[in-house]
């Protein structure tokens, strides 16, 4: 086999070999709204493709790399339609006098059923209070405070404290203690509530191959989001006028958060953490029961970040946590906040916790041993020189940063507008014009970084970056003199420009629709390395 044919043979071998990740590479996602975006921005021992895009994919909720070096996309879809959902009400029903509860606010007695108008088909339904009224089956079952309180969601229902307590079925009609007055006449209102559930999906996605394609799509677990809607007529069932249609008055929408344990038998296992509001998680594993401690759990409404310290540990941190934290550290938590969290070993059965606050841009370094006890004495702050956007810890124990760069940093000086200029163009006048006018097209090249940091250093060390494209700015200007007579070169027109009776405008930012292509700021980041 001569050279030439070897050399070809190599050649199609690396082209069609498929993409896998090579050990100790790092890849970053970054999601937009309709798509996501994977890149290579470090490998080890020299890239296994081209530093840049690798594939686009779908949003991701979540994404690692596994065992076989294959990427994993989580993410997650919910079914447009609400549903009944199968739970009870738990409500202090009206239970005084027949009397009291039959009577509307015009003072008339039940003569006719106005539901039909709020709800098709509810005309004639049950409703839930003193025995003896009309259409009543009783108050429903009676339980005690101490069981109906817990399950209570926070605003689901006003909680009066001298009230019976009923356990009803869900979608019912029931009377309350509520009462509104209208022209000297009172009327105990009839509430019918209904708890709503729609199914939120979760999928696993494998992508691999050449080019990298998606080749499975596994469900992996589903939660919901809640809502409660109401209607309300009065006593006598009779419309309200400041109340016509059913409406929702709280909404559970489901918070997600995954995270990675330690592969089972080579399969890798995704924790799902799922909360509402500020009540506690919900741990889940497909095909596996989780046997997870949490060390500590957030009760933040919006964002909890799981960290997974070892295969039984769970720490889920969150700006409530940080600030308990800081205060016992004998720092001040105030404007932090826990914008992005990641646990490292640090030896001695002990993890590094660090937590990056976007609004101080500070990296705070906490210390917890094995048995969850947090070294307050060793508590830590630095500020990285740059502003982090995503975290996650490395092989070897390190954190790995990732950052935006520019370059220029600023288009605010003469030398920053020189290295940045794309085109000049002049705008066609007269030839015995005396003033020229033009434009001036400028380049602004954005970076993604990479950063490392050692659990006990405050320093982070660069370690790579990619071009992720550029923004593009535009200035105006005006010179006393003929076109003719300008010189081409750049920096001298610049110079011209700026000069007393001259004019250069401000760079001014060119939007898409005129300069399609340029580089949008992903709404999320995320980083991942393969073993």
């Not at 790399?65 to 009870?88: C, M, P, W, Y």
């Not at 995270?259 to 924790?271: D, G, I, K, M, Y």
């Not at 006890?373 to 954190?399: C, H, I, W, Y």
Request: with cysteine.
């Amino acid at each position: 086999m001569n050279n030439y044919t070897r050399l070809v043979l190599i050649l199609m071998i690396l082209l069609f070999e498929p993409h896998t990740a090579r050990a100790e590479d790092v890849y970053v996602l970054f999601n937009y709204p309709e798509k996501s975006e994977v890149h290579l921005v470090y490998a080890r021992y020299g890239p296994s493709s081209p530093y840049g895009r690798i594939f686009s994919a779908p949003p991701a909720s979540d994404f690692f790399i596994d065992e076989q070096g294959r990427f994993r996309l989580l993410h997650t879809s919910r079914v447009n339609a609400f549903k009944t959902a199968d739970k009870s009400l738990f409500r202090q029903v009206f239970d005084g006098l027949p009397v009291l509860a039959d009577s509307g606010r015009q003072g008339y007695a039940q003569h006719q059923d106005q539901r039909d108008t709020l709800i098709a088909g509810h005309a004639g339904r049950p409703v839930f209070r003193s025995r003896g009224a009309p259409f009543s089956p009783g108050p429903g079952f009676m339980v005690s405070q101490s069981v109906a309180m817990p399950v209570l969601e926070k605003g689901e229902t006003d909680i009066l404290p001298d009230k019976n307590w009923y356990e009803l079925p869900n979608a019912s009609w029931y009377q309350t203690w509520f009462k509104k007055v209208d022209a000297g006449h009172s009327s105990y209102m009839i509430y019918y509530d209904c708890w709503e559930k729609r199914e939120i999906l979760l999928y696993d996605s494998v992508w691999s191959g050449f080019p990298v394609e998606k080749t499975a799509d596994v469900k992996i677990g589903s939660v919901y989001d809640y809502r409660l809607r109401r209607a309300i007529v009065d006593g006598a069932m009779e419309l309200i006028a400041n109340r016509p249609q059913p409406e929702v008055v709280l909404n559970l929408t489901s918070q997600i958060a995954f995270s990675r344990n330690p592969e089972v038998n080579a399969q890798p296992l995704t924790t799902i953490y799922s909360w509402y509001n500020n009540a506690p998680g919900k741990l889940s594993t497909p095909g596996w029961a989780p046997d997870l401690h949490v060390a500590e759990e957030s009760r933040h409404q919006q964002r909890r970040i799981p960290a997974q310290l070892d295969s039984g540990r769970l720490l889920v941190m969150g700006t409530d946590i940080l600030h308990a934290w800081l205060g016992a550290g004998g720092l001040s938590p105030a404007g932090s906040e826990c914008s992005l969290c990641a646990g490292v070993p640090a030896g001695a059965g002990r993890h590094a916790i660090l937590v990056y606050s976007a609004p101080e841009n500070a990296i705070y370094r906490f210390y917890l041993n094995d048995e969850n006890v947090v070294d307050f004495k060793q508590t830590g702050r630095f500020s990285p020189a740059f502003a982090p956007v995503s975290m996650t810890g490395d092989n070897e124990g390190n954190l790995m940063i990732g950052g935006f760069s520019t370059w220029p940093e600023e288009l605010n000086s003469p030398e920053s507008l020189l290295m940045s200029v794309e085109a000049i163009d002049l705008i066609p006048s007269s030839s015995d014009a005396d003033t020229t006018r033009g434009t001036i097209l400028l380049a602004q090249q954005h970076y993604f970084n990479l950063y490392r940091l050692s659990p006990d250093s405050g320093e982070a060390v660069w370690l790579s970056r990619i071009n992720v494209g550029r923004h593009l700015y535009q200035c105006d200007f005006s010179i006393a003199q003929q076109a003719q007579a300008l010189t081409s070169d750049v920096r001298e027109l610049l110079r011209l420009a700026q000069q007393p009776g001259n004019h250069l405008s401000l760079p001014v930012r060119l939007d898409e629709e005129r300069q399609p292509g340029q580089f949008i700021m992903p709404d999320q980041v995320m980083l991942a390395l393969s073993k």
